[in-house]
């Protein structure tokens, strides 16, 4: 089965740095690879997500980038602030059920603290 | 809104105890996973379900069983608890062809086991 492998597990930058996380993935045949953020407390809620057919994706402050080739994924963050301080988990989707996504397969999640 | 729900919130039972961990959900999503969480291991994927006659194992089902009772409802079972199935779970959904891919998560069951 797939196996996602994510580092750091603990990140501390201060506020206005970049962060990056980094994430590898085992199966050639995972196609979906979203990040999760995990408030102190609440839920994991879906950030940012990318496919297989795409390099790189934006969302104002957030980015993620995809290598194929060497099967791994990375988010990153820029000009941090303390609210992003949280547990961010990286996942890889492989086909199941006649679709292109089924199960997600996480990452051992990366605490990242955005000191004032 | 339309949420994911679970029931109960907090547990702290005994070893050997037989714990129910309820899902329910009104999104009308076809798909549900059970998920463990554990600090430095993530989340891993116990059990999940495309449909209501649809159970299938994940990663780590050993010491559970899940029941499917209808396209809302998705329940873990711990037949006879023990003190390492100690974790908070997370009941997740997703829609079915018509998805992006995105699990939308209930808030979570802790759950202690002494």
């Known amino acids: 089965g797939e196996n996602v492998e994510q580092h750091p597990s603990t990140l501390s930058v201060q506020e206005g740095d970049s962060a990056v996380i980094k994430c590898t993935y085992s199966d050639s045949a995972s196609n979906y690879f979203p990040w999760y953020k995990q408030e102190l407390g609440k839920r994991p809620q879906l950030i940012i997500d990318i496919r297989s057919n795409v390099g790189e994706k934006k969302d104002q402050r957030i980015a993620v980038t995809l290598n194929k080739t060497a099967k791994h994924f990375s988010l990153h963050i820029t000009e941090t602030q303390p609210e992003d301080s949280a547990v961010y988990f990286c996942a890889a989707s492989t086909p199941l059920g006649g679709t292109s996504y089924g199960k997600l397969t996480f990452g051992q999640g990366t605490i990242l603290t955005v000191h004032p | 809104d339309a949420d994911v729900t679970q029931t109960p919130r907090n547990r702290i039972t005994k070893t050997g105890k037989r714990i129910m961990l309820e899902c329910s959900q009104t999104k009308g999503h076809d798909r549900m996973y059970w998920y463990r969480q554990d600090p430095g291991l993530g989340l891993r994927l116990i059990y999940y379900?495309?449909?209501?006659?649809?159970?299938n194992k994940g990663e780590i089902s050993d010491g559970y069983s899940v029941s499917r009772q209808a396209q809302a409802k998705f329940s873990l079972s711990l037949e006879s608890a023990i003190p390492n199935q100690t974790a908070l779970y997370f009941c997740a959904t997703a829609p079915g062809t018509s998805g992006r891919g995105e699990l939308f998560f209930g808030e979570g069951s802790r759950l202690t086991v002494l």
């Open positions: 379900s495309f449909d209501v006659k649809d159970i």
